[in-house]
């Protein structure tokens, strides 16, 4: 791997680590206020990341197919819903918002259901980024270089608050700042993780390359309206979340555009 690759494969990390450093700059438990704008910002950056650098791409590359050119996207994106349904069913888990947990019974500790909470999320984002930057590996007109980073740049960003979402309310809870920190940051670890794995498939994925970008961004939807916007919605400030999505969803676009 070039240094490049590898630096841009693990920019969604630091991005992780950022945010859950909050935790030493912060006395208080963070606001309502500010953990709905981080969010909807969160939210509105995965969406615009889904649709400019995944879905528009998957149905770029087969273009010449005329109308038939949406149906690998559409499959994948249905995949990468279910996919995400069925390990959220699957593993125990519990939500920031919620001390009731979710997925199967366990004798997990609240810290450990809060991170593989956090891990569900995270695992459709490295995918995205190592799908990307595997389509611009291989050469495909749809997807360079300066797009896979530009995605890489985005989830990092949105990974920043989500860091600060997961560290503060578990030093709050008890936890210790070094603690909060670590598990904070070692949620992030899945996705350097799952883009290698996908990058390690490079010469076999062209053929499904539409698929799998599709499937990323089915995942990061999942993600979005199974957990994000609820949780950014209910109660008060929800105008704040809102506000924090428009900028995010801007934001990518933004990036996505200058530079793809």
């Known amino acids: 791997m070039s240094v490049a690759l590898i630096i841009g494969l693990f920019i969604p990390l630091l991005g992780t680590m950022l945010g859950s450093a909050f935790v030493f700059m912060m006395k208080d438990q963070m606001s309502v206020k500010l953990q709905k704008a981080l969010l909807g910002f969160a939210s509105g950056v995965m969406v615009a990341a889904s649709v400019w650098s995944l879905l528009i ?9 005329g ?5 690998p996207a559409a499959v994948g994106f249905l995949l990468g819903i279910g996919f995400l349904l069925i390990i959220d069913v699957l593993t125990p888990h519990l939500h920031i918002s919620t001390d009731i947990p979710e997925g199967p019974r366990s004798h997990l500790s609240r810290t450990a259901m809060l991170a593989l909470a956090v891990t569900i999320h995270n695992l459709p984002e490295g995918m995205a980024v190592g799908v990307v930057f595997a389509g611009a590996q291989i050469g495909t007109t749809s997807i360079s270089y300066a797009s896979a980073i530009a995605i890489s740049l985005g989830i990092a960003i949105q990974n920043i608050p989500e860091g600060a979402i997961i560290s503060m309310p578990m030093c709050a809870a008890g936890n210790s700042r070094w603690r909060s920190f670590l598990i904070g940051s070692l949620s992030g670890a899945v996705e350097p993780v799952g883009a290698i794995i996908v990058l390690m498939l490079t010469s076999t994925v062209l053929p499904v390359l539409p698929y799998l970008l599709a499937f990323a961004a089915g995942a990061m ?13 209910s109660g008060q400030h929800s105008n704040i979340s809102t506000i924090g999505f428009a900028l995010g969803f801007v934001l990518m676009m933004v990036l996505d555009v200058i530079m793809g």
Request: charged share 15%; glycine share 4%; proline share 7%.
């Open 221 to 233: 939807f999942y993600v979005v309206v199974e957990e994000l916007i609820p949780e950014a919605s």
């Open 57 to 65: 791409p998957a149905m770029e590359i087969n273009a010449g197919q």
């Open 67 to 71: 109308a038939m050119a949406v149906i």
